[in-house]
C-alpha cells in the first residue's frame, strides 16, 4: 500500500534527553502546528493552535530512558496536506497528530484522551495504526 510522503519541517541533531528544548513546527497557512519538549524530566509532543494547546502527547520520562546519554535525532514530520505531524526519534515514530480526525496517538497512549478537540479515545499508537493512517489518500 502506497503511503503518504512525509517532509522534515524541524529538527535537532545531537539532541541529549534531559536537556532541556523545545522543537516547534508552524506554517502561515494553517491554523495549528507541533511543538516537542523536553523540560529536562519529561518529553511530551502538543497539539496547539493560536489560541493555545490542543493536546499533549507523553514520549518518555527522562529517568525510564536507559540510554539518555547517547545523542538523538529529533524531527518533526508533515504531509503534503499539513493535516498529520509526526515526532520521530532516530528513525522512530514515537508519536503522530491527524488533524482532519481530530486525533493524538503515541506509543504508550497516555495520556487519556480529554479536552474539547479530541475526537478520538484510543491513543495507543502501534505500528499497524501508523500504516493505516499513512495509507490514508491525501485530503
Partial sequence: MAQLPLYRTAEIGNFTVGTPEVLQSFFEHVPYGVVFEDDGDTGYFYAASQDGILDALHIYNVEDV????????????????????????????????????????????????????????????????LDKILSRKPT
Fill in 66 to 129: 536507559s540510554d539518555k546519554h547517547i545523542p538523538n535525532h529529533v524531527l518533526i514530520l508533515w504531509d503534503d496536506a499539513c493535516t498529520i505531524a509526526e515526532l520521530c526519534v532516530n528513525d522512530y515514530i514515537h508519536a503522530v497528530y491527524d488533524f482532519v480526525e481530530q486525533a493524538g496517538y503515541c506509543r504508550n497512549g497516555f495520556p487519556e484522551a480529554q479536552g474539547e478537540w479530541l475526537k478520538v479515545e484510543n491513543r495507543v499508537l502501534d505500528d499497524e495504526l
